[in-house]
């Protein structure tokens, strides 16, 4: 079975751009979680799905942050424009359900220069 | 406000000695704790969680302590290895969905 897949697995970009980041839930999961992990914040909710309906979208990330789930195996984090701040690994994360194990991708590492 | 408190930050024990990771949360109505650990370069992943129904679950030399009263819940890690040393994670889950709610992660280095 195959696990949560991100890609890429590293993104560079200039301030100001668009990127858009993937992720691919395990088969059969409804729920979908977008984490930003930095050593100083921990990991940070930014978008939860269930069913491909958004449950909850981290407020501090609104405004250049956008999650959709286009179709229960695939969804997008789009960050635009892009900021030197937004520099961190983004970890999308899936599972069957409520009281279920999370499973996490490997991760995007992003560089905003 | 943060909902999840996890310390310490950074912890360092002998191979053979017990580490003992702490954790608080805010809201009583959470009824799911998991511990996540992370090996550098890796991604999160479970390692043992507990329901409020009990207070106490082992899996091996992992176990974690639950005191719904005052709101902690801790691990502890018996016998530690170095091959132990990595970040762990404590989580807070509410009923009815499934949003977790995160510890910022404490740093375990595990001496041979």
């Known amino acids: 079975d195959a696990g949560v897949t991100q890609t890429p697995r590293h993104e560079v970009a200039e301030k100001g751009q668009t990127i858009i980041l993937k992720c691919e839930p395990v088969?059969?999961?409804?729920?979908l979680f977008w984490y930003r992990q930095t050593k100083i914040q921990g990991l940070e909710l930014l978008s939860y799905?269930?069913?491909?309906?958004?449950?909850?979208d981290g407020g501090a990330f609104k405004d250049r942050f956008k999650a959709e789930m286009l179709n229960s195996s695939f969804s997008t984090l789009k960050i635009q424009p892009t900021e030197p701040k937004d520099s961190a690994v983004y970890l999308c994360?899936?599972?069957?359900?409520?009281?279920?194990?999370?499973?996490f991708g490997a991760g995007t590492r992003l560089s905003v220069l | 406000q943060q909902q999840v408190r996890q310390s310490p930050q950074s912890l360092t024990v002998w191979e053979g000695e017990t580490a003992i990771l702490n954790c608080s949360y805010e809201?009583?109505?959470?009824?799911?704790f998991p511990w996540y650990h992370q090996f550098p370069g890796e991604s999160p992943a479970l390692l043992i969680a507990?329901?409020?129904?009990?207070n106490k679950k082992e899996d091996g030399r992992f176990t974690i302590f639950f005191n719904k009263r005052e709101k902690k819940f801790s691990l502890h890690i018996a016998d530690s290895q170095p091959g132990d040393s990595a970040t762990y994670f404590c989580?807070?889950?509410?009923?009815?969905?499934?949003?977790?709610?995160f510890g910022k992660g404490t740093s375990l280095t595990v001496i041979p």
């Open positions: 809201d009583s109505t959470f009824d799911y």
């Open positions: 994360a899936s599972s069957l359900g409520t009281g279920n194990t999370l499973y």
């Open positions: 088969s059969g999961h409804n729920d």
């Open positions: 799905f269930r069913s491909k309906s958004l449950m909850e």
């Open positions: 507990i329901r409020p129904v009990s």
């Open positions: 989580a807070a889950s509410p009923p009815g969905y499934q949003n977790f709610y």
